[in-house]
């Protein structure tokens, strides 16, 4: 941001077809100067004229993306033609924005769309750097945003009507994303402040059957200097995996991995992406345990699949709305081949905690799910990963304190490995030797 952003008033980049919603762009942009901040517009329309001047035209959004705008003028459907349209001017768009942003021009992005528009924002706001205020109002918003939305943090806002001509209550939808964008865009500067730090950032995975060993790592971590950011393992794995390729993270404990399998079965808390991938593109210190990796998941018990509704998955009701359904042997071998190939390829300081007790709380005594045998798991673990690779196992549930104590002290001398005694962080060496030891490695 340039240094003297803060000195002029803040500006919300409105960009999007202008041709087909000009009616419900100018509406916006009253809104959003009546919020005071500027506004520049971008035309994105490939159709027909702008309904009002833009400050960026359409020609010049295709230009950014090596093409003439009549080259894309046309009202075809299809790959040949309105796919490609969409395409190649949200590639256009994505340049243009990195550029205003890069300049200190802009300090939000707002746009309306139905389908095609939302292809053609989403694809060139959702990259833009995290924490810059990105919103668009969208018909899809009330449906999977994922597809939209990837491991951003973009905004989507339901449109709940049609971007089809102003009315009453798309005036209420649409002068409220006004305001909301012009609050962050004025605010943004005060944001960034306030986020800055200079504690190393750990990455913990968690769900909530994870959450009391995940919890008690957290809060000792913090007390040693670090600063901790947990990701849910219903897809936000996806998340963690960007910001370890971003070089967010300093530091990995990788405790809970449900996301792998539920990936390979479809399940509705699929990541979209290869799990603890990024850790082997990196050299910041992990530590990884398979909590809750014996598990995937689907919604309410009718919504199962016929094939995985069967007495060998064990069906456990989470809750009215989240079933929990248990791995094969065969799944719980590759399973463990994945974790052990995962580990062995990433570069940096590594370790691996396995709890014989249970993978979670649904192993605890009274759950369904005691009892379960996962030794094909352990196996494969122990047959697979490097002998290099240090690897302690305990006879105790994964929320067991003494085993959170465990992941705790590998994970620190993985950090004093990779950052020397002489690390900034307060206390480290000490904090390391005051874990003690809950077993020797196997």
């Not at 950052?419 to 874990?435: E, K, L, N």
Request: aromatic share 4%.
């Amino acid at each position: 941001m340039s240094d003297t952003t803060a000195a002029r008033t803040p500006v919300v980049c409105l960009a999007g077809t202008l041709d087909t919603k000009g009616a419900e762009y100018a509406y916006v942009k009253e809104r959003l100067l009546e919020a005071g901040v500027d506004v520049l517009v971008v035309d994105c329309g490939v159709l027909g004229e702008p309904a009002f001047a833009p400050d960026v035209s359409a020609s010049e959004v295709a230009r950014r993306a090596g093409v003439e705008l009549a080259d894309l003028a046309t009202g075809r459907e299809g790959a040949g033609g309105r796919v490609h349209a969409v395409g190649t001017m949200g590639e256009g768009l994505r340049v243009l924005l990195s550029e205003l942003v890069g300049d200190g021009r802009i300090d939000a992005v707002l746009g309306l769309g139905g389908t095609g528009g939302t292809d053609l924002l989403s694809a060139a706001v959702r990259d833009l750097d995290m924490g810059f205020p990105k919103m668009i109002v969208s018909t899809m918003a009330s449906n999977n945003t994922r597809p939209y939305v990837g491991h951003s943090d973009l905004m989507m806002a339901n449109a709940v009507t049609d971007i089809a001509g102003l009315n009453r209550i798309s005036k209420l939808v649409l002068g409220n994303a006004a305001h909301a964008v012009a609050g962050m865009a004025r605010g943004r500067a005060s944001t960034r402040a306030l986020a800055l730090g200079d504690k190393p950032l750990v990455a913990i995975s968690m769900f909530g059957v994870t959450t009391p060993g995940v919890m008690r790592i957290r809060e000792q971590l913090e007390d040693r200097g670090f600063e901790v950011v947990t990701f849910h393992a219903v897809g936000e794995g996806a998340g963690m995996e960007h910001l370890i390729d971003t070089g967010a993270i300093d530091g990995l404990i990788d405790y809970t991995l449900p996301e792998v399998i539920n990936h390979w079965n479809h399940g509705i808390f699929d990541p979209g992406c290869e799990r603890m991938t990024a850790a082997t593109r990196t050299s910041i210190p992990m530590v990884v345990a398979p909590g809750a990796m014996e598990c995937f998941n689907f919604g309410a018990t009718e919504t199962i699949p016929a094939e995985f509704n069967v007495p060998e998955r064990n069906v456990l009701v989470h809750n009215p709305n989240i079933t929990s359904l248990l791995a094969t042997p065969s799944e719980l071998a590759r399973l463990g081949e994945y974790l052990a190939d995962h580990v062995n390829r990433a570069p940096g300081p590594k370790a691996v905690a396995v709890p014989l007790g249970g993978l979670d709380n649904y192993f605890r005594e009274g759950s369904q799910w005691h009892g379960v045998d996962y030794t094909p798991l352990v196996e494969a673990i122990r047959t697979h990963l490097d002998p290099s690779v240090e690897r302690v196992e305990m006879d105790a549930n994964i929320n067991d304190p003494e085993f959170a104590d465990a992941v705790l002290g590998l994970f620190l001398a993985r950090w004093d490995a990779a950052h020397g005694s002489a690390d900034a962080r307060a206390g480290a060496t000490a904090a390391a030797a005051s874990v003690s030891p809950a077993a020797a490695p196997a």
